[in-house]
């Protein structure tokens, strides 16, 4: 378990909050990101801003995941993760892109980093939350959200990879978004 820069966090927080155009904006939280995933024991920085053969997708960061040592062995040894820091919240339509990018490479577990948080409420009956429960239903893919508060209150990796395992549950067993 390694412990997180509560400055560092801050920094890039604001940094991203503070920047002058999308682009820098997504940037740091994508930093930001790297930084909270790379610092967990088997997970390793893979690429950033990817895109794919024909061009159609860039994924955000990408790591890799020894689940042999990792302390999150219960996700894929791919992780996807989508960077948002938007003024509201991440609505369906970008909640279905993001699910089409890890279908169309067969991965089964992605991260959202929604800084402002998914449209609908949380029992998966209305907007960006059903189409994660849709996902779900239709062939098992399963999207975890982690919101501005979440990042805020990580001391330790530990706490990340908590937090994790707690959204996969709530979604898998209670199909609900936390």
């Known amino acids: 378990m390694a412990r997180y820069s509560q400055n560092r966090i801050t920094t890039l927080l604001r940094e991203s909050d503070n920047a002058p155009n999308t682009d820098v904006k997504g940037a740091k939280l994508e930093e930001l990101v790297s930084y909270l995933f790379d610092r967990i024991p088997g997970v390793a920085f893979h690429a950033a801003n990817t895109l794919d053969g024909v061009r159609a997708h860039e ?34 339509r970008d909640i279905r892109w993001f699910i089409n990018k890890l279908q169309d490479r067969g991965v089964k577990v992605g991260v959202l980093i929604s800084l402002s948080g998914i449209t609908g409420e949380a029992d998966g009956v209305s907007n960006a939350h059903s189409e994660i429960i849709n996902a779900l239903n239709r062939d098992g893919t399963k999207v975890l959200v982690i919101k501005r508060e979440d990042i805020e209150g990580f001391r330790t990796t530990n706490e990340l990879a908590e937090l994790l395992k707690r959204k996969i549950m709530k979604l898998t067993i209670e199909r609900t978004i936390e």
């Not at 995941?65 to 609505?91: H, V, W």
């Open 59 to 92: 994924l955000d960061v990408i790591f890799t995941n020894d689940q042999r040592s990792s302390d999150l062995y219960f996700l894929d040894f791919i992780i996807i993760t989508e960077c948002k820091n938007t003024a509201n919240p991440i609505g369906s």
